[in-house]
Structures are given as C-alpha cells and as structure tokens.
Nanobody, 126 residues
Framework: VQLQASGGGLVQAGDSLRLSCATS????????MGWFRQAPGKEREFVAG????????YYSDSVKGRFTISRDNAKNTVYLQMNNLKPEDTAVYYC????????????????????WGQGTLVTVSS
C-alpha cells in the first residue's frame, strides 16, 4: 500500500484546509486509516482515525469539533477537513494505514500502522 498525502499549505488562523491521502492498490477498503501530525521539536501525535467502512471516527481532544475525517472507498482516498485552524495546528500531517478489521485503542498510537505517507506541511499563521 502506498499513500500520498496532499493539500497542505500556509493559511491564517480561522481558515480551513482539506487534506487528502490517496492510496494505491485494491485493498484500501480493508484498511483502518489514520491522520497524525508532528510539529517541530515534538513527537508525532494522533489526530484522527476512521474504520474500514467509515462508520466509526475517532479524534484527539485537541481537534474534536474542528476536524472531520472521512473516506471514499471508491476513490481509495481518505480526507481530513480542518476548520477553524489555530497556530498550534502547525505541523507536518501524515496519513497512515493498517490492514485490520477492527478499531481498538492501540490505533491512537502510531506503532500499529503498517503504511505511512510522506507528509504534507500545514502552517497556520496568527
């Protein structure tokens, strides 16, 4: 599985961005998908995750209510809609995938994910 993240850029606080993560292969619908981010000098952190069907979505407290994760299995793509962006959202955003049937709390960490995209930079100015 290859993942290609895109959609990052420089925006002002309060603006919106939508990140996309396109995946190769015919097995996209069998993967749990996640978005993580890493700010300069900080560890990579969980942002959002989604189950294989899209029926379950999970968010970190810092983005809940502002970000929305979704997926289109027909297009092999997962999205992260980011609204009301804040300077503290500035980071490189990574998408990740794992061929697992069921979500469990370990998917709030990066270790279970087998596949990673290259990252896309989001910069939010105040």
């Amino acid at each position: 599985v290859q993942l290609q993240a895109s959609g990052g850029g420089l925006v002002q606080a309060g603006d919106s961005l939508r990140l996309s993560c396109a995946t190769s292969g015919r097995t996209f619908s069998t993967n749990i998908m996640g978005w993580f981010r890493q700010a300069p000098g900080k560890e990579r952190e969980f942002v959002a995750g989604i189950t294989r069907t899209g029926g379950g979505t999970y968010y970190s407290d810092s983005v809940k209510g502002r970000f929305t994760i979704s997926r289109d299995n027909a297009k092999n793509t997962v999205y992260l809609q980011m609204n009301n962006l804040k300077p503290e959202d500035t980071a490189v955003y990574y998408c990740a995938a794992d061929p697992s049937r069921f979500w469990n709390p370990t998917y709030y960490r990066s270790e279970p994910y087998n596949y990673w995209g290259q990252g896309t930079l989001v910069t939010v100015s105040s």
